[in-house]
């Protein structure tokens, strides 16, 4: 057995109903489940079509590669969306069965398992990237490390799971200059960049160009699972680098990640749409238009820059706040300490729970208010 499973750490979801075990919601209340990150809103009849009318593409085995007419895809939209010349589809772009996979996979393809190394990252964070990094042989470091000695990879998630946060051209800056002076590799994970209120968030290969840069050692990764209403399709792409995309590309080859024919078929149809997408925006922004207003004291969080959660401050544990929200207002939310690390005794997830605003907008309103119901009476 590969002794470096016994370095992963419980998944957040298996300590939440570790936590919840045995609890019993008011039965009064109808459950209202904000936990996970999960779209709830209709995928587009366009992507169900494509994917339908593609359906013989089932009897035949895909390349890893993807279809030529994919990658253009992808690089159109690239193009489109940042402003930025339109990347090499054939060297540029990969393909990949949702970020998720992704994420991990690379680490397992550009870490150097001969000499020690460090994983850099966010902290709160993703946990697929501390997994990553266990399982590559390699030490995780959240938040900035207080030597860069040894780093051989940063994932960076912008706009940031859960905060929202997203990084600007000065903060893309100094990531760069890290790098030429560290010799790391920057994974830039963006799964959430066409989620927003205001402006569009700043891509890390657009910050690249900006600053008059090349895509060396940066590969950035995204998902039509949040963009398009399709967590199902497992679809998405890495773009950058082209020597890393030809050694991912490697990777994968064996790895058997290959994209069904027919699920590129219905990611071209989403990839070459906009007006889904915005669609989808507007959806989201009632949600935070609706929902800000009803966080009350003591209570608090912000508008978020991207992405679809609130990051709310707690007045008491965010453990316990939680269980107690399942049992006496029967909603389900994620405490923030369970996806972040202590550093030096602190934890930045600490009394924060995450809501993903995915229902409904009257189950989220709803669930909003019974948050605040149950901190008022704390």
């Not at 995204?222 to 950058?240: C, H, I, Y």
Request: hydrophobic residues 40%; contains cysteine.
């Amino acid at each position: 057995m590969n002794p470096l499973l016994a370095r992963l750490q419980p998944y957040p979801f298996e300590k939440l109903r570790a936590l919840t075990a045995g609890a019993t919601p008011n039965p009064a209340l109808k459950p209202l489940n904000l936990s996970i990150g999960e779209p709830k809103h209709p995928t587009p009849a366009l992507v169900k079509d494509a994917l339908t009318r593609a359906l013989d593409g089932l009897a035949a085995y895909p390349l890893t590669i993807g279809s030529p007419e994919l990658r253009q895809a992808i690089a159109a939209w690239l193009a489109r969306r940042y402003g930025i010349p339109q990347p090499n589809p054939d060297t540029e772009v990969l393909p990949i069965n949702g970020s998720r996979e992704a994420l991990f996979a690379f680490a397992q393809t550009v870490l150097d398992p001969t000499r020690p190394a460090k994983v850099v990252c966010p902290n709160p964070f993703y946990q697929i990237y501390e997994g990553a990094a266990f399982l590559a042989g390699a030490t995780p470091v959240y938040g900035t490390p207080k030597s860069w000695d040894g780093v051989q990879l940063v994932y960076v998630c912008s706009p940031a799971n859960p905060s929202g946060h997203v990084m600007g051209l000065g903060e893309w800056r100094e990531v760069f200059e890290l790098a030429d002076r560290h010799g790391f590799i920057i994974a830039s994970d963006e799964c959430y960049s066409e989620i927003y209120c205001n402006e569009p968030p700043l891509g890390s290969m657009q910050a690249a160009r900006k600053l008059g840069r090349s895509y060396e050692r940066l590969v950035a990764f995204s998902s039509l699972s949040k963009r398009s209403n399709a967590p199902g399709m497992r679809s998405g792409f890495v773009a950058g680098d082209a020597a890393l995309i030809k050694k991912f590309l490697l990777y994968r080859t064996y790895h058997g990640s290959a994209m069904s024919l027919t699920v590129q078929a219905a990611s071209i149809a989403a990839w070459n749409d906009e007006k889904h997408v915005e669609d989808n925006r507007r959806l989201y922004a009632e949600k935070y238009r609706a929902c800000l207003p009803r966080v009350k004291t003591p209570l608090e969080t912000e508008m978020p820059d991207g992405g679809f959660y609130l990051w709310i401050r707690t007045p008491v544990d965010d453990a316990d706040f939680t269980r107690r929200l399942l049992i006496e207002q029967n909603v389900l939310v994620l405490p923030g300490s369970y996806i972040a690390r202590a550093v030096d005794g602190v934890n930045p997830g600490a009394n924060h729970i995450r809501v993903a605003l995915v229902p409904p907008l009257a189950e989220c309103t709803e669930a909003i208010e019974r948050i605040s119901r149950l901190a008022a009476s704390l």
